[in-house]
């Protein structure tokens, strides 16, 4: 054995529950922007850019960027 085992997991496929959580960790929610002009925001985990043309526009945001964008007041989550 090398690397202290850490090749051990070479070859292996992921489970079910591992494919399913990278799935969910990127799965999207919708934020609305009301504020009057435009608006861009940079995700703090995915650190992707966001742009909102202008009141009411509407986007598909990461998941994982979905607290750091609820602490915007002109943004809102769409149920």
Known sequence: MCCGGARTGLGQRPT?????????????LRFTYIGPTSLSVVGSVTRR???????GATL???????????AVPSLRREE
């Not at 079910?16 to 999207?28: F, K, V, Y």
């Not at 598909?60 to 609820?70: F, K, N, T």
Request: aromatic fraction near 6%; avoid cysteine.
């Open 16 to 28: 079910r529950t591992d494919q399913r959580a990278a799935q969910d960790a990127g799965a999207a």
């Open 60 to 70: 598909a945001i990461d998941r994982r960027d979905a607290v750091g964008l609820s």
């Open 49 to 55: 850019l966001y742009r909102f043309e202008g009141t």
